[in-house]
């Protein structure tokens, strides 16, 4: 938890400032999903930016968190899309489903990919990320990050997905310090304190974050921050996912 979550602000604030001066970065795309963590960001870069954010929202199928996005874009004056990728992400499952599988020996055989269920939720995000990124290069803009220090700590995050990005204002901020800030910036901005406070969930499962997780974010960061101990047996999840997820973190092998 910050111990002073104005100094924090600020602090992001200067961050950014230097970076938009020693990149040149003329302003920001931002995947807004009615979330807690994309809304801080999004109120982050409207305190450097101004009005050059775009803000791209992108359901695939029935999203529930549409409106609370659209109503985000509204209240913070965002320039933004609704871009629904449920077409192209519906393409990709049936053409990789229906394609036949042809042996080393290049023998032909009646026989399909059948995608994992866990595969199949990585799509949307990594659909997401090409979008931001073809208006990015449209716009002359850079694509800005909404991912959280708990999310990375246990890879609840798509790799070449949401995890991707140009620079990222909150990755060093837990869950509960993005909610800390984030409560300060709706005040600011006048905007519902709801949107910070509210459940996070990836919007892909149906289930909120810390059904799928089976433990609290208060107890992740808790942990993380050495302030609380928690039973042995939610130590080994944190840490079985901490591990597993190593390789979303490490940049790719290269020989040398």
């Known amino acids: 938890m910050l111990e002073n979550a104005n100094e924090a602000i600020s602090e992001i604030i200067s961050w950014l400032q230097r970076y938009k001066e020693h990149t040149s970065c003329r302003g920001v795309v931002i995947g807004l999903s009615g979330g807690k963590d994309s809304t801080t960001v999004a109120m982050l870069c409207k305190k450097v930016w101004g009005d050059n954010i775009f803000a791209a929202l992108m359901p695939n199928g029935n999203q529930v968190d549409l409106d609370d996005a659209l109503a985000i874009a509204k209240a913070l004056h ?28 290049g023998d032909f055989h009646l026989q399909y990919i059948a995608l994992s269920d866990k595969s199949k939720t990585n799509i949307p995000p990594r659909l997401r990320m090409t979008v931001l990124y073809a208006i ?4 002359g803009y850079q ?9 990375e ?3 609840w995050c798509t790799k070449w997905g949401d995890a991707a990005c140009d620079f990222n204002p909150i990755a060093r901020l837990n869950c509960t310090e993005v909610v800390q800030i984030g409560q300060l910036l709706a005040k600011e901005f006048g905007l519902d304190q709801r949107y910070i406070i509210k459940t996070p969930a990836d919007g892909l499962t149906g289930k909120s974050d810390e059904d799928n997780f089976g433990f609290t974010y208060e107890t992740l ?31 790719p092998a290269k020989i040398y």
């Open 136 to 139: 990015a290069q449209t716009f």
């Open 78 to 105: 965002l320039q933004h899309s609704v871009i629904y990728i449920n077409d192209a992400y519906r393409s990709i499952v049936d053409g990789i489903g229906k394609s036949n599988i042809i042996d080393r020996y």
């Open 221 to 251: 960061d808790g942990y993380m921050d050495g302030e609380i101990h928690p039973d042995v047996a939610i130590v080994e999840k944190i840490e079985a996912m901490h591990m597993a997820s190593a390789h979303k973190r490490a940049k």
């Open 153 to 155: 700590y246990i890879g």
């Open 143 to 151: 694509v800005v990050g909404t991912g959280n220090a708990s999310e």
